[in-house]
């Protein structure tokens, strides 16, 4: 996906206090994706690698959401698709790491929910949106030095 991202996107950044080189690090090794995101995601961080995540939702449910990396281009971009297993469109999840102050400056793009059904797809975004900062939540506690 180039350019600007659509109006639905869920934008986020937060600023990092690691070189890119280490936020980059964060986002692809399997090891710290466990400790940041969660023990049951699987990454495959590689060009045309693969992405799974096996998670319970609040009725106790299992969900799959899997996909697959379109844009790999350490240690900037990570870019791949998103969809969980009775989602009837997939969505993209990009990934951007740029220098900044201090550090570094991540921004989460995750679009294409307005490609879904008006009754699911602004309930769906508004969980993504609370999920992506509770994981950047995760990510920056690893970075600073104070997670275990």
Partial sequence: MQGQPSSDAIV????????????WTALTDQAKVANWWGYYVRLEA?????????W???????????GKITRFEPPAT???????????VQTIVRFTIAPAAGGTMLAVIHTGWDRFPEQQ????RKAH???????LDGLATLLSGTAS
């Fill in 129 to 135: 949106e609370a999920g992506w900062k509770l994981h």
């Fill in 12 to 23: 986020l950044r937060r600023a990092l206090a690691c070189p890119p080189e280490t936020a």
């Fill in 78 to 88: 990570l870019e791949l698709t998103w969809k969980d297993d009775d989602w009837p």
């Fill in 121 to 124: 797809g602004p309930a769906l």
């Fill in 56 to 66: 319970r939702d609040g009725d106790g449910r299992t969900v799959v959401t899997s």
């Fill in 46 to 54: 590689a060009p045309q690698g693969s992405f799974r995540e096996e």
